[in-house]
């Protein structure tokens, strides 16, 4: 996911709430989501726990905020990737490598969103689905309708995100964030031969 600064610029989140994100990520990063509590969140983004709740019930739900600014982030990056005049494979290709780039930037952001975002069970699933049918829905909206005839079904599309997140997964789990974007040749030709193989 993009650097924690990154959240801070988006002009569509409130300065609060933004410092309130970077301040999680930073808690969480030391000390995991389950030992984090709310004075370690307002300490580190220096506001009062009552702006905290001005914004957020729980713990869980800025965690879920965070995953999603993070995600989208990530998922900004790879649209401004896309190059509309080039065949759907060098698309994919090109989106792949400057998502896992991202995502490899900031490798302690990374292992909290992707780890400590299931510890919140069924909240953490739903926010983690959402944010796959995101990349999903884009992925199908770039090989059907790209230069090169390729086709691949929202079904098979959300199966290719989430072999690719299980790769980024281990890689976080293997201590080898910094190495995503070695990962982006096999991630492309995932995409590529589904896309071959459901036309």
């Known amino acids: 996911m993009p650097d924690i600064a990154a959240l801070s610029a988006d002009p569509g989140i409130h300065q609060h709430r933004s410092r309130l994100l970077e301040g999680m990520a930073i808690a969480v990063g030391r000390k995991g989501y389950a030992e984090t509590t709310i004075a370690d969140i307002v300490r580190e983004a220096s506001v009062?726990?009552?702006t905290f709740y001005e914004h957020f019930a729980t713990k869980a739900e800025c965690l879920v905020a965070l995953y999603e600014a993070a995600s989208h982030n990530a998922l900004k990056v790879l649209r401004q990737a896309v190059d509309p005049a080039r065949d759907w494979q060098e698309q994919a290709e090109r989106a792949i490598g400057a998502y896992l780039s991202v995502m490899a930037a900031n490798p302690v952001l990374m292992r909290t969103l992707f780890i400590e975002i299931l510890h919140l069970g069924p909240e953490g699933l739903a926010a983690r689905r959402r944010v796959n049918a995101e990349i999903a829905d884009y992925m199908v909206a770039v090989v059907n309708g790209g230069r090169g005839g390729g086709h691949v079904s929202p079904q098979m599309a959300m199966a290719v995100v989430g072999g690719i997140h299980e790769l980024v997964l281990q890689a976080i789990e293997d201590g080898k964030a910094e190495e995503?974007?070695?990962?982006?040749?096999?991630?492309?030709?995932?995409?590529?031969?589904?896309?071959?193989?459901?036309p």
């Open 180 to 198: 995503l974007p070695q990962l982006t040749q096999t991630a492309a030709e995932l995409v590529k031969a589904v896309a071959r193989s459901h």
């Open 48 to 50: 009062s726990r009552r």
